[in-house]
């Protein structure tokens, strides 16, 4: 299985402050790479796919880059309403899909 | 708002079956592999089973395979999922997906399975 190294797995910030997460995949996965939200009882929320594209709707403040084994996942200008887990996820062609441990962010 | 809604949560007996199920509100049900992972208390997200468009594949993990049965209805735009032999490891909010591999992927909010004596 692909194992997913997500760091940190918590943190705080303060509004208006740059936020980045980092997955690193135990091997190449090129740029089948999702990053979610998910706040206290809803459903994960799709934010980035394909590693660095910006699914419709969201917001330009979040952003993803990286390719095969290294990626990042930013957020530009920290707002608020961005308080939730976040959590990356591979798709590469061999099952299973696996997901990052996940990185709680507060507002500092 | 298109969502996919699980059914409601329930506790079972180990050695029990239950049936999951999802209903997806919008209308590209059929366009899409769908999902059902799990998270078990103060564990990390794991991928249960995936079912292709058209449900001509099926795939499972190591720890659920010959124990649940993954299955879905296009005319009503459910997902199902046939759990048997059911443990207290099996523990966990399972979550229903669309897609998971790119645009257009939808998660339900999660269903709470507990099986206890």
């Known amino acids: 299985d692909i194992q997913m190294t997500q760091s940190p797995s918590s943190l705080s910030a303060s509004v208006g402050d740059r936020v980045t997460i980092t997955c690193q995949a135990s091997q190449d996965i090129s740029n089948k790479l999702n990053w979610y939200q998910q706040k206290p009882g809803k459903a994960p929320k799709l934010l980035i796919y394909?590693?660095?594209n910006l699914e419709t709707g969201v917001p330009s403040r979040f952003s993803g880059s990286g390719s095969g084994t290294d990626f990042t996942f930013t957020i530009s200008s920290l707002q608020p309403e961005d308080i939730a887990t976040y959590f990356c996820?591979?798709?590469?062609?061999?099952?299973?899909?696996?997901f990052g441990q996940g990185t709680k962010l507060e507002i500092k | 708002e298109v969502q996919l809604v699980e059914s409601a949560g329930v506790v079972v007996q180990p050695g029990g079956s239950l049936r999951l199920s999802c209903a997806d509100s919008g209308f590209t049900f059929d366009d899409f592999t769908m999902h059902w992972v799990r998270q078990a208390p103060g564990k990390g997200l794991e991928w249960v089973s995936l079912i292709t468009w058209d449900g001509g594949s099926t795939f499972y993990a190591d720890s659920v395979r010959g124990r649940f049965t993954i299955s879905r209805d296009n005319r009503k735009n459910s997902l199902f999922l046939q759990m048997n032999s059911l443990t207290t490891e099996d523990t966990a909010l399972y979550y229903c997906?669309?897609?998971?591999?790119?645009?257009?992927?939808?998660w339900g909010q999660g269903t709470l399975v507990t099986v206890s004596s």
């Open positions: 394909d590693a660095s």
């Open positions: 996820q591979q798709y590469d062609n061999l099952l299973p899909y696996t």
């Open positions: 997906a669309k897609g998971l591999d790119g645009s257009g992927t939808l």
